[in-house]
DNA sequence: CACTGTGAAGCCATTCACAGCT
DNA sequence: AGCTGTGAATGGCTTCACAGTG
């Protein structure tokens, strides 16, 4: 219905993370690594953001009919240095031949096994106005793993209603359709002021990563993923740097 | 029409940057600060991120009337620690008292100033889609010097509908339209496959400053601020932790 | 010979702890 | 006595440069 939605692939970084997290093991660094080692320990959240990118690039190079990549081809498509590139992938495992490069196939699932993209990961969104819609239609979530479970507002002519092929259900029910719909993670789309008291009703009902839009801060226990993105804030941090640049 | 568009006030951190910038100056930490000294320097881009928080927060304690504050109480309210806090203030100066605290409105317009809010911003938002909607229409922009210029799209059936009380606008008129709205900022929301070509037309006609939703990298010239806010990284960084945090 | 994997160096950001004011 | 402002210490991330290897 309009130009945008930018259903398609490749993107970027972003987010300042919030995660309390009080992640179980402390000893990384493990001596020995066997290669294809199932649990990847902890990565730098740096790291994560760029992994994402490597991904997208490397969906498209494989797109494109490429069987092999190097990490400057890599580094290019994704928009950073080489170096950092092999420095985030050696985190991984040592998935590259020397002299030769990366297998993009092979590359692309060690990426998508770390990031914890091969499982499906249900998605609640929770208000339906127009930011809501548009993470419901983002085709970038359906074609990375991630399936919309529900979709919830509070106001009554929302409710009942479509968008694309769901039906925006009643957030007065949030509890039973999280659980009905196993929705394991959530977006909270929401005014800042509903915003902490429907993120403390996901957690209750098991919700243990969200991503909220709200601008607010948002308190949740240990244990809780938290993400925030503030629209604000980005156009906030433009005008510093568009001051800056005006001689 | 929903419960959404966060129109409030408070919010939260976000991105990484992007800036190839090729900021004039070097020198920062220059010996003498007269106080209200008018150009701050460079700023870390954590600290900006920051500064935003601590404006909303700001902006709260006001509306409920208080007069001073402390890092103490600032910074729970931001959701950072104090020392942080007072790190970050001091990099624009000493506008505290020390055994007493903060004025409330004084630092609101020094935090303001620097981030350079105090003049006003015309965004275009390029892409009218669900997304380019929910900017458009989103509260906390115009409530803090962003006034939304233009809305441009290229979907015939969009072009000429009115959105809040925007005309969407002919994408193909982009350079006449950013002119003549006397835009200085743009906000592309536009899928990542027209997303390069919009931005480089962007920069053609004078914009430095552009916030991308678009899922792709984007080359812009030195000089050029791009900030980009990836939907689906932000899932998959999440996906990540939801992963390392299952038993 | 080309390209990966990685120790070491350098840089940036956060935290600590306390001196300096009011 | 209390809270700010900040040097010093710490920790994390990025860049460098090169050894290792197919």
Redesign the interface.
């Known amino acids: ?16 993370t ?2 309390p ?1 009080a ?1 179980g093991q402390s000893l990384d660094q493990a001596s020995a690594q066997p290669v294809t080692a199932s649990l990847t320990r ?2 730098p ?2 790291t ?2 760029r992994l ?2 490597y ?3 490397l969906i498209k190079l494989k797109a494109s009919g490429e069987l092999r990549t190097s990490s400057g081809v890599l580094a290019t ?3 950073v240095n080489p170096a950092i590139l092999r420095k985030d992938l050696s985190l991984l495992g040592s998935y590259g031949t020397r002299g030769v490069g990366y297998v993009v196939v092979e590359l692309t699932e060690h990426i998508s096994k ?4 091969l ?1 499906q ?1 249900r ?1 609640a969104i929770i ?9 419901s ?2 085709g ?2 359906r074609s ?3 399936e919309i479970a529900a979709l919830l ?3 009554p ?2 409710i009942g209603t479509t968008v694309g092929d769901m039906e925006v259900q009643d ?1 007065a029910d949030l509890e039973s359709i999280v659980q009905r719909s196993k929705a ?2 959530a ?1 909270l ?7 902490q008291d429907l993120c403390d009703k996901l957690v209750d009902c098991g919700v ?10 948002l308190n949740v226990p240990a ?1 809780v ?1 938290l ?19 005006e001689a």
């Open positions: 219905m309009s130009t945008e939605d930018h259903t398609e692939d490749n993107g970027v970084p972003a987010g300042v919030e995660l997290a992640h902890i990565l959240e740096a994560l953001a994402t990118q991904l997208r690039a498509a994704a928009g770390a990031l914890g993209l499982q990961w998605v208000g339906a106005g127009n930011l809501g819609r548009a993470l239609g983002y970038g979530f990375r793993g991630f507002d509070a106001a002519e929302v957030i394991n993670m977006v789309s929401v005014p800042g002021i509903s915003a243990r990563s969200i991503l909220s839009f709200a601008p607010v801060v244990g993923n993400r925030r993105v503030d629209l604000a804030t980005e156009l906030q941090i433009l005008a510093y740097h568009a001051q800056n640049l």
